[in-house]
């Protein structure tokens, strides 16, 4: 069993617009529990060089390891890191008629879009991770990977993708042993409502069962309440 983490950073947040500036992944045996190799690939720097066989090399090895990986991990990958890929594979002739993107459409675990579908709220990595108590330990921010990428710091920049991937392995042993929270919050007829969801997974990383937790604050926030608490089986 092979799972790949991947995670980019781009020169902004449009596809139309913008490109990946590096690209950070871990090969990951989850029936091991151990890093098979880790490696951020330098996309921005070799299209300003000119490198073009540095490109179709790195192009070749990254379509290499979303084929043969049994899982694919991005978190908001669905939405964002992985249109970008395929859009940047889809520029060489010899990604243009690939299987690929067929092929790995099941792979896909995306915590993101995990809570989007079960809670109807978006979540952030960071916010997903202390609702986890998951320690982020982090050099910066996506805003400030942009500016280094303009500056061509490469090192702060491949360092800090990598991180982020290293924080995402965290989230999915996290995920695998002891299940994940997620929460929401609504207003009702003023009323805001809390609503925390511990989520397991079964061996093929699917939800399987959750426990909810409604809590529900007034107005001001100032009285907090437990009013229920139910098993759900989804």
């Keep these: 069993m092979s799972m790949l983490i991947i995670d980019i950073e781009t020169t902004g947040l449009k596809l139309s617009n913008h490109r990946i500036t590096v690209i950070g992944t871990i090969c990951y045996n989850p029936e091991t529990k151990k890093i098979e190799k880790d490696k951020v690939f330098n996309v921005i720097k070799n299209e300003i060089d000119g490198n073009v066989d540095n490109i179709i090399d790195i192009k070749q090895k990254l379509g290499k390891l979303l084929l043969d990986s049994t899982s694919i991990v991005a978190f908001n990958g669905i939405n964002f890191d992985m249109p970008f890929?395929?859009?940047?594979l889809k520029e060489s002739p010899c990604f243009a008629n690939n299987d690929l993107y067929s092929s790995i459409d099941t792979k896909y675990i995306d915590f993101c879009a995990i809570s989007k579908k079960y809670t109807n709220c978006y979540i952030s990595l960071n916010n997903i991770c202390l609702l986890n108590h998951i320690n982020v330990s982090k050099s910066s921010n996506g805003a400030q990977a942009v500016i280094w990428a303009k500056e061509q710091n490469w090192e702060a920049l491949s360092e800090y993708?990598?991180?982020?991937?290293?924080?995402?392995?965290?989230?999915?042993?996290?995920?695998?042993?002891?299940?994940?929270?997620?929460?929401?919050?609504r207003i009702i007829n003023d009323i805001m409502t809390s609503e925390t969801m511990l989520m397991y997974f079964d061996s093929s990383f699917q939800p399987?069962?959750?426990?909810?937790?409604?809590?529900?604050?007034?107005?001001?926030c100032t009285d907090i309440f437990k009013v229920n608490h139910d098993k759900i089986f989804i």
């Design 85 to 88: 890929i395929f859009k940047w």
């Design 161 to 185: 993708c990598l991180q982020d991937v290293y924080v995402l392995l965290e989230l999915t042993q996290h995920a695998i042993e002891n299940g994940l929270y997620f929460s929401k919050t």
């Design 208 to 220: 399987i069962h959750a426990f909810e937790t409604l809590l529900i604050m007034s107005k001001s």
